[in-house]
């Protein structure tokens, strides 16, 4: 929990502020979960605080809540690219990618049990980036996301929406977004090295590696017989 705490802090999440009479408050709690691997072993132990969305006031705290994810059809046709130009596939986790969105309305929520100030027990947050349970944080997250590839030089398709392409000469860099999940394959290996290191200086991220596990499905490459 701490760990987390720290986390929100250090992404600027929020500001206090004074409560005004009336105004709008949604609530948050700590949730406790394990995530797990597909057979059944334990991944690892997450805490979050996520905020109670349904107490969100529609057009005065939120009005887009829509994200888009990647197709499963895309995911396909790439991954179908990639065997056979024997490509790598890496797998990209963004850690507390929600935190990440910044938020246009101004939404309210109680400072967080246990790491109340002192000093300003009566204030509440003011939030500046979106917080898990928040209604808008998915749309607020791939919009900071999407805006981020753009700059980068990436287009997206019109086909789909998560799928980000960057060409650069006779090489080609394929993104796949889902969520906090992003697929990353392309022609030269070390543009594929280089779009890592570089978005993990904006985003806090784990490196999974090559592709074994995405969406529940288990994937392993087999070179030889140019199959997945």
């Not at 998915?138 to 981020?148: E, G, I, Q, V």
């Not at 650069?168 to 030269?188: A, E, N």
Request: charge should be positive; proline fraction near 3%; glycine fraction near 4%.
């Amino acid at each position: 929990m701490k760990k987390e705490y720290q986390a929100l802090i250090s992404n600027e999440t929020w500001t206090l502020v004074p409560s005004i009479h009336n105004q709008n408050i949604v609530g948050n709690k700590w949730i406790f979960f394990v995530k797990k691997n597909l057979d059944g072993s334990v991944n690892r132990y997450i805490t979050r605080l996520v905020a109670k969305g349904f107490k969100q006031v529609p057009v005065s705290d939120f009005s887009e809540t829509y994200s888009p994810v990647v197709k499963a059809s895309t995911i396909r046709v790439i991954r179908s690219l990639a065997v056979h130009f024997r490509w790598s596939i890496c797998k990209l986790d963004i850690n507390n990618a929600f935190l990440n969105g910044n938020l246009e309305e101004e939404v309210y929520t109680n400072q967080p049990e246990g790491s109340v100030d002192t000093s300003k027990p009566d204030y509440v947050c003011k939030l500046k980036r979106a917080l898990y349970g928040i209604r808008q944080s998915p749309t607020a997250w791939f919009d900071r996301l999407k805006s981020t590839l753009v700059s980068w030089g990436f287009t997206n398709t019109k086909s789909d929406n998560s799928l980000f392409i960057q060409r650069v000469g006779k090489s080609v860099l394929y993104i796949l977004v889902y969520v906090d999940d992003i697929i990353v394959t392309g022609s030269h290996p070390d543009m594929i090295k280089s779009f890592i290191c570089t978005l993990h200086i904006t985003f806090a991220l784990k490196d999974i590696g090559e592709l074994s596990l995405f969406l529940g499905m288990e994937a392993h490459l087999e070179i030889n017989l140019d199959c997945i």
